[in-house]
């Protein structure tokens, strides 16, 4: 034995010559998804004040070509407390004759064919049809937030706005709260927090009557859900932080956090492994990379849990109930999940006794 321990040792080139190591990297990286950078289409004048996209960090990156909207709602959303800590804006023209794009929706194409990096719109304009085209464009794994400058409930509900992904923060007058809004949001991660009873810096109620508050709270048929800014006991907050759809803001975010992290983690073990066994140890292994994600979904309050117990159940076919045919394609189906979302006290009813 120590005769061995002196060759091992006896060549300094080489660690050893009776021991080979082979290490296999399976820490490949990929792209994730983010749920916190906004970013402002600023429709500018003309095609000399167009200005590229660009990051910004400070007011000192505003670029000098932006319009006076856009660069007050970059300086709302860097001025929050919480912020999200950086933005991202360009500047295109937008005409339907001689303009880089001819509308709102083809603007939006050209950026995101270059820059899709970002999670959620903001739109430097208070004009109905650009946020109505806005609404009429934003996809599946955006969030799109608008702050219409109207007098009244009466205008506003003239809105067609028909996106589960849109919500609205009107005012009587300008206050860029959809700027101030996403950014405070989006300096928590997603699900822990609720787009209501927000204080938002620069921000303070909207303006209108009770009765027009009402209206934006409980919708007619065929009406946007709006979340004006109310003042009550001494503070100006968030109302309900719903979608136009009547769906919370919040949940909708944590969807598409759900949406990508699964995605994302069970590609990382497909790229990462040489093979996945069509076993029920592989299908397993499939499991195992969706738990990861609702673990941490549980942590982050996206999904309850009940005296300890997270509100979580996979559900996954074992390899001989599934298809030969789906087998020999190498298709693995019917792997279901469902998971109880957390969500958030928006009200509530205290009763009491009183006794002598």
Same mark, same amino acid.
């Given at each position: ?8 040792y006896k060549e300094g080139e080489k660690m050893s010559r009776f021991i080979t190591i082979n290490i296999t990297d399976k820490t490949t990286p990929i792209s994730q998804a983010g749920f916190g950078l906004g970013f ?103 969030l799109f937030i608008t702050s219409p400058v109207e007098a009244d409930w009466t205008t506003l509900s003239a809105y067609s706005l028909l996106s589960d992904k849109t919500g609205v923060f009107p005012s009587t007058t ?17 699900g822990s927090a609720t787009w209501k009873w927000k204080q938002l810096s620069g921000v303070e109620n909207s303006g209108y009557t009770n009765a027009d508050v009402s209206s934006m709270l409980s919708p007619g048929e065929?009406?946007? &859900?709006?979340?004006? *800014?109310?003042?009550?006991?001494? =503070? ?6 719903? $979608? %136009?759809? /009547? ?83 190498? &298709?693995?189906?019917? *792997?279901?999940?469902?998971?109880? =979302? ?6 509530? $009813? %205290?009763? /009491?006794?009183?006794?002598?």
């Amino acid at each position: 034995m120590e005769r061995l321990r002196k060759l091992i040792y006896k060549e300094g080139e080489k660690m050893s010559r009776f021991i080979t190591i082979n290490i296999t990297d399976k820490t490949t990286p990929i792209s994730q998804a983010g749920f916190g950078l906004g970013f402002i289409l600023d429709p500018v004048a003309d095609a000399g004040s167009e200005y590229d996209y660009v990051e910004i960090r400070s007011i000192d990156d505003i670029p000098a070509n932006a319009t006076q909207l856009a660069q007050d709602m970059a300086n709302a959303y860097l001025s929050q407390q919480p912020n999200a800590g950086v933005l991202t804006m360009q500047g295109i023209y937008i005409n339907e004759t001689d303009g880089t794009a001819t509308d709102i929706e083809e603007a939006l194409n050209q950026v995101i064919e270059v820059n899709d990096d970002w999670y959620g719109l903001l739109l430097a304009s208070r004009e109905q049809a650009d946020i109505e085209a806005a609404d009429g464009w934003i996809p599946a794994n955006k969030l799109f937030i608008t702050s219409p400058v109207e007098a009244d409930w009466t205008t506003l509900s003239a809105y067609s706005l028909l996106s589960d992904k849109t919500g609205v923060f009107p005012s009587t007058t300008e206050q860029y709260i959809d700027a101030a809004i996403m950014s405070r949001m989006f300096a928590t991660d997603p699900g822990s927090a609720t787009w209501k009873w927000k204080q938002l810096s620069g921000v303070e109620n909207s303006g209108y009557t009770n009765a027009d508050v009402s209206s934006m709270l409980s919708p007619g048929e065929g009406e946007p &859900n709006m979340n004006p *800014v109310i003042h009550e006991m001494g =503070a100006d907050y968030t109302a309900e932080g719903k $979608t %136009v759809t /009547g769906e919370y803001l919040d949940i909708q975010r944590a969807i598409d956090w759900m949406d990508a992290r699964l995605t994302e983690n069970i590609f990382q073990l497909l790229i990462n492994e040489d093979k996945i066994s069509y076993t029920n140890a592989g299908i397993s292994q499939i499991t195992s990379a969706m738990k990861e994600i609702f673990r941490v979904g549980v942590n982050r309050g996206v999904i309850a849990e009940e005296d300890g117990e997270p509100l979580w159940n996979i559900d996954a076919p074992r390899r001989q109930d599934i298809p030969q045919n789906a087998r020999a394609n190498r &298709n693995l189906p019917d *792997v279901n999940f469902d998971f109880t =979302a957390a969500g958030a006290i928006h009200s509530l $009813t %205290v009763s /009491g006794v009183v006794q002598v």
